[in-house]
């Protein structure tokens, strides 16, 4: 069982930036390919980025890359996302996820926790 929390999100103008942050509890932490995905108004949710669970490979919606960083601290069971260059299009809840599986990262399904989610919004 990992019990997952956001934090980090806010109101911020374009251009700038915002680091969230996901507190994982549970001695398995390690073990979790960890997500980050979105969820505008009215959308479904969206893949972010993902990180192994070692933090040697991560991946990206192409939209995001170069912008958005996600990383890992299994110390401190926690996984961040480094959002930079903000639009207001990134406006969205923001939910960190934990994966089981190596497949299908970008799939929510294929994630088996997630947390409440944290509200980021970008002005113009």
């Known amino acids: 069982q990992v019990q997952l929390v956001e934090s980090g999100g806010g109101l911020v103008q374009a251009g700038g930036s915002l680091r969230l942050s996901c507190a994982a509890s549970?001695?398995?932490?390690?073990?979790?390919?960890m997500g980050w995905f979105r969820q505008a108004p009215g959308k479904e949710r969206e893949f972010v980025a993902t990180?192994?669970?070692?933090?040697?490979?991560?991946y990206y919606t192409d939209s995001m890359k170069g912008r958005f960083t996600i990383s890992r601290d299994n110390a401190k069971n926690r996984v961040y996302l480094q959002m930079n260059s903000l639009k207001p299009e990134d406006t969205a809840v923001y939910y960190c996820?934990?994966?089981?599986?190596?497949?299908?990262?970008?799939?929510?399904?294929?994630?088996?926790?997630w947390g409440q989610g944290t509200q980021v919004t970008v002005s113009s």
């Open positions: 549970g001695r398995t932490f390690r073990s979790y390919r």
């Open positions: 996820a934990a994966a089981g599986g190596v497949l299908g990262y970008s799939d929510p399904t294929k994630y088996d926790y």
């Open positions: 990180i192994s669970w070692s933090g040697d490979n991560t």
